[in-house]
């Protein structure tokens, strides 16, 4: 089972449409996480980091489920702009450096 | 001007040959890495150096070696290179000074590395 799954996708989805993606996570001490957005041939930027609370930022809202180990990102109103791939990164913190990206989840976003 | 830097932004070179990819950054930070991104493998970490005098290998460290020659720079040498090292290549900083919920990486806009 690898570390940090996310469905790669691709979600196609109209503009203006809600889409959610959800990833898992292995290791339950994993203490830190984040979503990154990386657009084509680009490098990843942070989108925001996910607080045990929650969190929502616009239109983005990022939440943390630790008894299910998965995190997710709802994005509502769906703008072409947000066409790209999403990274989900978990970092453990346990003992030594091993912050552990995602493959990423495709979203294409349709006029 | 960008934060992360990374030179060459494309090489194309034999197999056989020494590459080395360089870094720098301007945003102080004391931590840099160097990832490879290959398509439906996500980003996997190569090195890793907490500061000028700590480098520690990543979980692909194999066929590469790094040089942190100053808190701003963060060098990766393929002393030998090979086919299956064709990929894209980051560079990232971060700054752990507010603690492990703030450790944002910096991404550098990557170098396009093809071995044939």
């Known amino acids: 089972r690898k570390e940090v799954e996310q469905d790669p996708g691709p979600f196609n989805v109209p503009e203006g449409a809600t889409v959610a993606f959800n990833c898992t996570y292995s290791n339950s001490a994993s203490q830190s996480f984040f979503w990154y957005r990386q657009d084509c041939r680009k490098e990843p930027k942070l989108l925001m980091s996910v607080y045990s609370s929650g969190n929502e930022d616009g239109r983005f809202t990022a939440q943390l489920n630790r008894a299910s180990q998965y995190i997710s990102l709802l994005i509502r109103d769906s703008k072409l702009s947000d066409s790209a791939t999403y990274l989900c990164v978990v970092n453990p913190w346990t003992g030594g450096f091993k912050t552990i990206f995602g493959a990423g989840t495709r979203l294409f976003v349709k006029a | 001007d960008a934060d992360v830097t990374q030179t060459p932004r494309n090489r194309i070179t034999k197999t056989g040959k020494r590459i080395m990819l360089e870094c720098s950054q301007t945003k102080g930070h004391d931590r840099m890495y160097w990832y490879r991104q290959d398509p439906g493998l996500g980003l996997r970490l190569i090195y890793y150096s907490f500061d000028v005098k700590d480098i520690n290998k990543g979980e692909i460290s194999d066929g590469y070696s790094v040089s942190r020659q100053a808190q701003a720079k963060f060098s990766l040498s393929l002393e030998s290179a090979i086919p299956n090292q064709t990929a894209l290549y980051f560079c990232?900083?971060?700054?752990?000074?507010?603690?492990?919920?703030?450790?944002?990486?910096?991404f550098g806009p990557g170098t396009r590395l093809t071995v044939l």
């Open positions: 990232a900083t971060s700054d752990l000074s507010r603690g492990p919920s703030t450790d944002t990486q910096y």
